[in-house]
């Protein structure tokens, strides 16, 4: 039987290389750090919508807003008045402006996370240079930050203003660091809870509503127990129920530590020892946030 063999190929090398202009890349390689600044850096700024749509700067602009003008009121009365001190202290400020805080936490932290895990591009983010804890850090940062410009904005404005009224110097100066190491604890500590919340779900309104209903609940719930417990007469054991809602646990540390007065039931606040324990759970939740965004995103970026 005859084999059929395949035609031989042509003559010649038929090889061609074409030149379709790309050039190897021989610039600066800038590596994770400058990428995870560039990380913070957008996220900071879309939490009051810079760099996106006008619609998304509305909420954060008008929350900031609503922040400054109390503040900027009180101060047109002291001035006006030619009071003494202020109407209220600095470390007051932001437990009762509370709810502001809540709402803008609730509503930039499920901006900040929800939409990557939402479509997606968390994996695009790990493909580069960048990894998971310089991602987390990066979005932690980034709400802390805004929560701290949101928190210290107002303080700014009645420091200035009581200087320009003429009130003490030194007490005011003094009060207005106190005021700025409180918020600075509130803004880390309410950002690392909003984005755990906002992580679980990529659905944006279920991050907004269970963000608001935790610190809601939870701070009504201690205000009902530290009543309940106040007009029973079992004083000692308000502070002890302070520990159980964010914003009751700042007013404890803040009132222990800081010069402030309590704004439990009473204006009973923890003693020494009671506030080293507030501090301790304070800065066991960040933790216990920082921790649990790790292990989230290690999943989320599979």
């Known amino acids: 039987m005859a084999v059929e063999h395949p035609a031989a190929a042509p003559p010649g090398d038929q090889t061609r290389i074409h030149n379709i202009g790309y050039r190897n890349y021989d610039g600066p390689r800038l590596g994770r750090s400058y990428a995870t600044r560039s990380l913070y850096s957008q996220s900071l700024r879309g939490s009051y919508g810079l760099g996106r749509s006008v619609k998304s700067k ?75 804890a310089d991602y987390v850090r990066a979005k932690y940062a980034a709400l802390a930050s805004a929560m701290f410009i949101i928190t210290a904005a107002p303080l700014v404005v009645l420091y200035v203003g009581a ?34 919340i906002a992580s679980v779900t990529p ?26 417990a106040e007009s029973q007469g079992t004083t000692d054991a308000i502070a002890w129920i302070g520990l159980f809602s964010p914003i009751t646990l700042i007013d404890g540390v803040q009132s222990a530590f800081l010069g402030a007065t309590a704004a439990s039931p009473g204006g009973v606040g923890p003693g020494n020892g009671e506030g080293v324990v507030y ?24």
Do not use: H
């Open 163 to 196: 200087l320009l009224a003429k009130l003490d110097f030194a007490d005011q100066t003094k009060g207005f660091a106190q005021g700025l190491v409180s918020v600075a604890l509130l803004s880390v500590l309410f950002a690392g809870i909003g984005l755990v």
């Open 203 to 228: 659905r944006r309104g279920f991050g907004i509503a269970a963000v608001i209903a935790v610190l809601t609940i939870s701070y009504g719930s201690v205000s009902t127990l530290q009543a309940i």
């Open 279 to 302: 501090v301790l759970v304070a800065l066991g939740l960040i933790a216990a946030c920082y921790g649990l965004l790790m292990r989230r995103y290690r999943k989320a970026g599979l």
């Open 58 to 132: 509305v909420l954060p602009m008008l929350l900031f807003a609503v922040m400054c003008v109390p503040a900027a009121i009180m101060v047109a009365v002291a001035v006006a008045t030619q009071a003494n001190d202020l109407p209220v202290d600095y470390t007051r400020y932001a437990i009762i402006m509370q709810a502001v805080i809540s709402l803008y936490v609730a509503s930039q932290a499920p901006q900040s996370v929800s939409r990557d895990l939402r479509f997606k591009t968390v994996p695009l983010y790990f493909s580069r240079p960048i990894e998971t």
